[in-house]
């Protein structure tokens, strides 16, 4: 018996790789193949199946691109009605793979066709669970995916029955393999790790203590988050098929030059700069979104993007390939080439002001502004700080004052500067970045307020 897990950090994302006897599974693939085919061959295995525990909303999923270069079946569970040829399993049904067995367990709950896999060892016996995004380390999956079709309590209360009745009961010490870790937006609140067991689960995420079921629906429905509008979008996508990610990369790594950006601009692409803030501070194109690769990338772009905008990259040389790709991850799909040389516009670059934490208080005229989530906001934040969270500009921006000047800061300084270039698009012309955010102005000695003082 072999298992792999293929972490993804900045999706949060975990596919897993099984074999047995030369006999290899993939379950929830990403929408690249290569790790997979590559990781199969590096192993002499051959990939029999390829599974999916629902349709994904926060990535499209490699799983048709995979299937067809495999030469190997899709598998859903129940209820998966696709536009493209799968195995819908029932209820309990078996897959042989060497001298292991996976098991189907429709878990309705996150949505009506998510469904967990059990591997049975050779001797039968339950070793581990694949559970997309059923159950999570310390959290479950959000059931508010279906509104118009199914009410959150109504798939909450799916949840609860699919909890009870057959992931509480395995044993102990089965292994818990989940879909996302910590950071995904699948859930409210994912714990770090990126696997446990179902007596660790038991013993610690709320969602599977013994409760009423009212009580569970309660607690599992309260204090979610609005979803990033292009969930939608990617559960379509993957329900409905796709175009072969090869030739995606070919149509969208297109080299431009200043005037062909310049053309696209004018018909109302949008600059998107992949660099880290560090380099985009020193200049960029005026009225460029900075999301840099060297964070949850494809989540931020997901939120921040419609996903039917035209894009222009900007990139650092060399990552042209990887920006096109992670967007491609998130059904990001419109990107109509990228800035072949940043050297070569012919315009004054923009340039973003950062000051050290220390320094805000040389600023007294200026309002420091977090743009953190919620939750972290309420567990502690700058004294006189002001919220106003990154994952609903530029909507709620029409609170804030264009003339007044603001200090931006998030919890380490990466989404920080997404928001200084948000805001420098919306026309607000006295913004900067502080370096380090929250942490450095814990660091400094800043004045917060604590989650306990706020009770």
Request: charged share 25%.
């Amino acid at each position: 018996m072999y298992i792999e897990q293929l972490y993804t950090n900045c999706l949060a994302e975990a596919a897993y790789y099984i074999e047995s006897e030369g006999e290899a599974a993939i379950i929830d693939p990403l929408r690249e193949t290569e790790p997979y085919l590559e990781l199969a061959a590096k192993r002499k295995a051959k990939i029999k199946y390829v599974f999916e525990t629902h349709f994904h909303a926060d990535f499209v999923s490699g799983h048709i691109d995979l299937a067809r270069q495999a030469n190997a079946p899709i598998v859903y569970g129940p209820q998966a009605h696709t536009n493209y040829e799968v195995i819908n399993a029932t209820d309990g049904q078996e897959f042989a793979l060497g001298k292991l067995t996976l098991r189907v367990l429709h878990t309705p709950g996150h949505t009506p066709e998510s469904s967990c896999f059990l591997l049975l060892d050779e001797n039968r016996k339950e070793h581990a669970v694949f559970t997309g995004d059923t159950l999570f380390v310390g959290d479950v999956g959000r059931p508010d995916l279906l509104d118009g079709v199914m009410t959150r309590e109504e798939l909450a209360g799916l949840l609860y029955d699919s909890l009870n009745t057959k992931i509480k009961t395995l044993p102990d010490e089965v292994i818990v393999y989940p879909a996302h870790g910590p950071g995904s937006a699948c859930g409210k609140n994912i714990g770090k790790e990126t696997f446990s067991t179902i007596g660790e689960q038991k013993k610690f995420n709320y969602a599977m203590k013994d409760q009423s079921r009212e009580e569970f629906i309660a607690k599992v429905t309260d204090g979610i988050l609005p979803p990033p509008a292009y969930f939608f979008e990617d559960a379509r996508i993957n329900r409905e098929g796709y175009r072969a990610i090869d030739a995606v990369i070919a149509k969208n790594k297109k080299a431009l030059t200043a005037s062909e950006v310049k053309d696209w601009r004018r018909k109302g692409a949008l600059v998107l700069d992949t660099r880290k803030p560090d380099d985009f501070e020193r200049g960029f194109i005026n009225g460029s979104l900075n999301i840099g690769l060297n964070g949850q990338f494809a989540v931020w772009v997901g939120t921040l993007v419609d996903i039917n905008q035209p894009l222009v990259l900007v990139t650092e040389p060399g990552k042209e390939h990887e920006s096109v790709l992670r967007l491609a991850r998130v059904g990001y799909e419109n990107v109509v080439g990228y800035l072949e040389r940043l050297a070569a516009w012919d315009e004054p670059l923009d340039t973003v002001r950062s000051i050290a934490a220390p320094d805000i208080l040389r600023e007294p005229t200026a309002r420091v502004l977090d743009i953190r989530k919620p939750g972290e906001w309420n567990t502690s934040h700058y004294k006189d700080g002001i919220f106003v969270p990154l994952a609903d500009m530029p909507d709620n921006l029409s609170q804030l004052d264009k003339n007044q000047s603001y200090l931006v800061h998030c919890a380490g300084g990466y989404r920080s500067m997404m928001a200084v270039s948000l805001m420098k698009r919306e026309g607000f012309k006295h913004v900067t970045n502080i370096y380090g955010g929250f942490g450095a102005m814990v660091n400094a000695g800043l004045e917060v307020v604590t989650e306990e003082a706020l009770v």
